[in-house]
């Protein structure tokens, strides 16, 4: 069982950044697959950035079109925790973001949230103009 708690979410000005962290716990291994999706009002739940395992302590990391250049998800395995840096913000980045894990490994095509066991409850994060 993996346990994830998100946090760092609030409201900000258009332009505006936030860091969002997930620590993780319940598990001892590296996990294989890592994940930041967000869900607005009304709208399906869409992913933000994936990451995947590398090696024992290292993970690669692709981000949505939506949000390249502008956020960075990275993992800090010794803090257990997974981070998601955003810049420059906008309102269309409004809406509750979670972190998603797997122990095993990414699927060998794009990762759907469909993929992921195990998920925080959730930060909301609110973008005004």
């Known amino acids: 069982q993996v346990n994830l708690a998100e946090s760092g979410g609030g409201s900000v000005q258009a332009g505006g950044s936030l860091k969002l962290s997930c620590v993780q716990s319940?598990?001892?291994?590296?996990?294989?697959?890592l994940g930041w999706f967000r869900q607005a009002p009304g709208k399906e739940r869409e992913g933000v950035a994936v990451?995947?395992?590398?090696?024992?302590?290292?993970?690669?990391?692709k981000h949505a079109d939506p949000v390249r250049r502008r956020f960075n998800a990275y993992e800090s395995v010794l803090k257990r925790t997974l981070f998601l840096q955003m810049n420059d913000l906008t309102p269309e980045d409004s809406g509750t973001y979670y972190c998603?894990?797997?122990?095993?490994?990414?699927?060998?095509?794009?990762?759907?949230?469909?993929?992921?066991?195990?998920w925080g409850q959730g930060t909301q994060v609110t973008v005004s103009s």
């Open positions: 998603a894990a797997d122990p095993q490994r990414c699927p060998g095509r794009p990762v759907t949230a469909l993929d992921f066991p195990f």
């Open positions: 319940g598990i001892t291994d590296t996990l294989g697959c």
């Open positions: 990451l995947w395992s590398t090696g024992e302590r290292t993970y690669s990391v």
